[in-house]
């Protein structure tokens, strides 16, 4: 069964950091560019951040530009979200989504496979 499973979730305090996990069971996840997105309470899905196949391509939400970093470790099958500076305009539920398209880009739709999600609260 294809999976992708998020974690690394929780209560952080504002100015916090967290590292979210995106693992892959039952495909290689070396052959799909990654996406993180996340979806607040009555608030749309958007995209947070991505990453190409080959890793040399990402792109930010401008929400997040300086404050998020996304990565891949192909030989542990993982995709990362360090997110650093936590405000708690970003908590929210954080998805990792794959896509098989590209190699040297990457986009927010289209996404093959999707992840259940982890929730992420900043909060004091």
């Known amino acids: 069964q294809l999976q992708l499973v998020e974690s690394g979730g929780g209560l952080v305090q504002p100015g916090g950091s967290l590292r979210l996990s995106c693992a892959a069971s039952?495909?290689?996840?070396?052959?799909?560019?990654i996406g993180w997105f996340r979806q607040a309470p009555g608030k749309e899905r958007e995209g947070v951040s991505c990453?190409?196949?080959?890793?040399?391509?990402?792109n930010y939400a401008d929400s997040v530009k300086g404050r998020f970093t996304i990565s891949r470790d192909n030989a542990k099958n993982t995709v990362y979200l360090q997110m650093n500076s936590l405000k708690p305009e970003d908590s929210a539920v954080y998805y990792c989504?794959?896509?098989?398209?590209?190699?040297?880009?990457?986009?927010?739709?289209?996404?093959?496979?999707w992840g259940k999600g982890t929730l992420v609260t900043v909060s004091s």
């Open positions: 989504a794959a896509d098989r398209r590209f190699f040297d880009s990457c986009a927010y739709d289209g996404m093959d496979y």
């Open positions: 039952g495909f290689t996840l070396n052959a799909f560019a």
């Open positions: 990453i190409s196949r080959s890793g040399g391509s990402t």
